[in-house]
């Protein structure tokens, strides 16, 4: 995957790269609400609406073909669903107090980032975010569901697709069922036939060449990658920042040698 941040009014300017594997203050997690030693911050709940002017956070995706220099095989999913939970802003992958933007708890937002549709995570006020220049964000992932084609191989083989979905992040509310971090079904379909269903899986891994790291070693996990944020909350106006994800044969893998 690589990702862009589109440029709106004192926030977000365009990032790439690679991100380290930061996390929240040791002892917190970003479902708590009073995250030890972090600094501000909006729920998005109004729990700690300043008023004024909003700064609203949306999430699209896109499928612009680009470069793969990884040596994979690739394929562009049919769908690829993040459910958002949460945002952290921090100065630097050291920061000792990052800021919490955005919590939504077990109410986590889905986008299906091949649609190319633009979906609003959260609004939140401009005066809970600390005045400041932020290096890195981290966005709290509670699941993920994607689909891709494949060819299954036994007694006969027949082409169909993986429909699947993981939760990355404990009390990931999955279809009305709260699960736990690590759950994943994976089914094999034709059509509208599923011919098989699996549950249980690791934690996928994400290459860092992309400019997005995946930060597991938590409760939760966090998408990480660094970007430039200014943050001047006294702006007059309404803000709104759109990040994009370009998942373009985001589904990567190595060929096993012979035939199918």
Known sequence: MTL????????????????????PPPGSSSGSSGASGSSGG????????????????????????VAHADGLSGQTPSKQVVAIKSLWLYTSAADPSPVKVLDLGAKSVETDLVTGVTSEIGTVALRS???GTYTLAKVGTAYVRYSVAARMHGPITVDGRYDNVQALSDGAVIDGITRAKGWYRYAFS??????GVVE?????????????ALDSAGSDSFYVFPTRVVIDPTVPNDQRAVCEVNV?????????????
């Open 248 to 260: 373009h044969e985001s589904f990567r893998w190595q060929d096993q040698d012979g035939a199918g």
């Open 129 to 131: 975010i600390p005045a």
């Open 4 to 23: 862009s941040v589109l440029a709106v009014p004192v926030l977000f300017a365009a990032c790439g790269g690679e991100a380290g594997a930061v996390g």
């Open 42 to 65: 909006g729920s998005g709940t109004g729990a700690e609406d300043r008023g004024g002017p909003r700064l609203t956070l949306a999430l699209r995706g896109s499928v612009t073909p």
């Open 200 to 212: 249980g899986a690791p934690v996928p891994q994400v290459p860092a060449t992309g400019g997005i």
């Open 190 to 195: 034709v059509g509208a036939m599923p011919y």
